[in-house]
């Protein structure tokens, strides 16, 4: 089961490591961003070493890693971290995590590691996607709607429960700009 996710993003320039997306208990938390230097971060740790970090038990961890960030109102005890690399140049990193211990086997890692390679390449191309278009041609909510059809997602079934409520990523006016996609 996946408790938590994030994605992660890294800007080399700056070394600042952005959380756009970190769900806990399928409710969206805002997460401060860390730089890619800090040795007390885990997805740093992933972002340096460009390699999978698995935890399955963090009541007892590994002192190679640092020890897990908690954000959500749960202790998060196995964690799954991929770096996600396209063109050989790390891009970030995605993240599930369980409150349960022991909870990935290696088809977990693999199935994380392919999907990191696929979100990998929807976040070069809407970062090329946003290197030609200027705010007033497309909208935020377009370059989402466009990154989760990249994702093979379809932006207007996603929702999050939020306040008894349920909301879209792309809220009610993202569109797939199809024009922009090569």
Not at 64 to 83: E, N, W
Not at 85 to 91: A, G, L, S
Not at 118 to 128: C, G, N, T
Request: proline share 7%; charged share 20%; net charge negative.
């Amino acid at each position: 089961p996946v408790d938590a996710f994030y994605i992660a993003l890294y800007h080399p320039k700056t070394e600042d490591i952005v959380f756009p997306l970190f769900l806990d208990d399928n409710k969206p938390v805002p997460t401060d961003g860390v730089k890619a230097t800090d040795p007390g971060s885990v997805t740093a740790h992933i972002i340096r070493s460009r390699e999978t970090v698995y935890i399955p038990d963090d009541s007892s961890p590994d002192e190679d890693l640092p020890p897990l960030f908690h954000v959500g109102g749960k202790t998060v005890r196995a964690y799954l971290g991929v770096p996600m690399i396209v063109r050989d140049q790390i891009i970030g990193a995605i993240s599930i995590q369980s409150y349960e211990p022991n909870t990935y086997t290696d088809e977990h890692i693999r199935l994380l590691q392919t999907i990191a390679v696929q979100a990998a390449i929807a976040v070069e191309h809407a970062r090329l996607l946003m290197l030609l278009a200027t705010p007033a041609t497309v909208h935020v909510h377009d370059v989402q709607a466009t990154i989760l059809h990249l994702l093979g997602i379809n932006h207007e079934r996603l929702t999050y429960r939020f306040q008894g409520r349920d909301f879209r990523l792309t809220d009610v006016a993202g569109h797939v700009q199809h024009k922009l996609l090569v």
